[in-house]
């Protein structure tokens, strides 16, 4: 019987770069459990987030609503982080959710359409607690643009947004 000959590996380009030994502690101990080289791990790791973007292009069927839908689940997690709480928590976190996604929306829409949003960098100790929700949604999604832009980050929109999270959701007190 004829020995079966090993297929033709493709030619590798050699990369140097330098990481944390933490970070090479984890890619070596990924290699190991998936009985890979250390360079194999990360090759299929790198192959593999140019993929990711191919892939959820294909799922939301353009780049828009890929950004929009990467965009409004940022303004949710910094929702989260804000208040400590899922933004699907309860009624008061779902709200101020809507909001913030209904800010991105607005983001969006093509320049003719677009409505100036100064309001974010107002105080809104006064407001109502509605008005209160969409302003929080309309900061994070500023921060998030901003984020996005790769705009310098404003630390009066996050102290805002901190300030409006903490009276709507008494982060320090009691649950919702």
């Given at each position: 019987?004829?020995?079966?000959?090993?297929?033709?590996?493709i030619p590798r380009e050699g990369v140097n770069t330098r990481i944390t030994k933490e970070l090479r502690e984890k890619l070596d101990a990924a290699a190991t459990a998936a009985g890979r080289s250390t360079g194999s791990e990360i090759e299929r790791r790198l192959?593999?987030?140019?993929r990711i973007k191919d892939e959820l292009l294909a799922l939301f069927e353009d780049e828009r609503t890929l950004h929009a839908v990467s965009a409004i689940a940022m303004t949710w997690i910094a929702l989260e982080n804000a208040t400590g709480k899922p933004w699907?928590?309860?009624?008061d976190t779902i709200e101020a959710a809507q909001h913030a996604a209904h800010s991105i929306v607005g983001m969006l829409k093509p320049a003719r359409d677009a409505a100036v949003v100064s309001e974010t960098e107002k105080a809104v100790d006064e407001v109502a607690k509605s008005e209160a929700k969409r302003r929080l949604g309309m900061l994070l999604?500023?921060?998030?643009?901003r984020r996005i832009r790769r705009d310098p980050f404003d630390d009066d929109i996050d102290a805002a947004?901190?300030?409006i999270a903490d009276s709507l959701f008494d982060i320090n007190g009691a649950q919702h």
């Open positions: 019987m004829a020995k079966k000959s090993k297929p033709a590996e192959e593999r987030s140019f699907y928590h309860n009624k999604a500023e921060h998030v643009r947004a901190i300030s």
